[in-house]
C-alpha cells in the first residue's frame, strides 16, 4: 500500500518548537556576526516586537456618549530585524501614529475602535526593553540597585495579595501597577546598562583594529 507523502504543515508541536528555537538561534548568530562586523548593538534586541497599548471601545451609544466604556487593550506587532534600539524607537512612535490615523472616525469614537496610547519595546521573552508614555524612558536605575528594586516588587506582590484577601481591591489594583512598573524599571535598566558596555566594547575594538 503506497501512502501519501506528509505534508509540510503535518508537524507535531515538538517539532514546531524545535524550529522556532532553531530560527531565533540562527537570528541571533546573524546578528552576532552582523554587530561584529559593522560594531553595531543588535544582539540583545533580536526578535524584539513592539506592543502598543491603550483602550478598545466596548460599548458606544450616538445618542447617548457619556455611556462610552472601553477596557484596556494591546497589539503586538512583530519589528524588524537587525535594529538597534534607537530605530526600534523610531519605528514604533511611527507605527503608532499610523494606528491611530487609522482607526480614527469622522464621528468620533465607535465600538471596536482601538486607541494606542503607550508604545512598549518587548524582548522575544517578553522583557520591557522601553516605554514611551508622552516621552521615552530615561530614568536608568544604577546596576548594583536592581536586585534592590527587584525585591520592592516582589514585596509589593505579597501586600496586593494580603489587600485582596480583606476585599481592598482599589488598593490591590493599584499595587499591582506600582510593582509592574519596578519590573518595567529594572527591565530596561538592565538592559540599558548592557548596550552601554556592548558599545563600550565595540568601540574599543574598532580602535584596535584602527591603530594596526
Known sequence: MVTQPERAHDLTQEDRLFLSQL?????????????????????????????????????????????????????????????ELEALQSWGIALKHTIWLDNLCDEGVYFGQFVPEQVLIMSRCGEVIQRHDGQWFDSYLPIADLPLHEAMAKA???QRINERREGNYNTANR??????RLREAVSMSRLHWQL??????????RWMQTAR
Not at 44 to 58: D, E, N
Request: glycine residues 4%; contains cysteine.
Open 23 to 83: 530560527q531565533r538561534g540562527l537570528r541571533s548568530e546573524m546578528a552576532t556576526i552582523f554587530d561584529s562586523r559593522f560594531g553595531r548593538c543588535t544582539t540583545p534586541l533580536v526578535g524584539a516586537f513592539v506592543a502598543l497599548q491603550g483602550k478598545k471601545i466596548l460599548q458606544y451609544d450616538k445618542q447617548r456618549p457619556w455611556t462610552c466604556k472601553a477596557t484596556p487593550h494591546s497589539v503586538p506587532y512583530q519589528a524588524p530585524q537587525y535594529l
Open 156 to 158: 509589593l506582590d505579597i
Open 175 to 180: 499595587l499591582l501597577i506600582e510593582a509592574q
Open 196 to 205: 552601554h558596555e556592548l558599545k563600550q566594547i565595540h568601540a574599543v575594538t
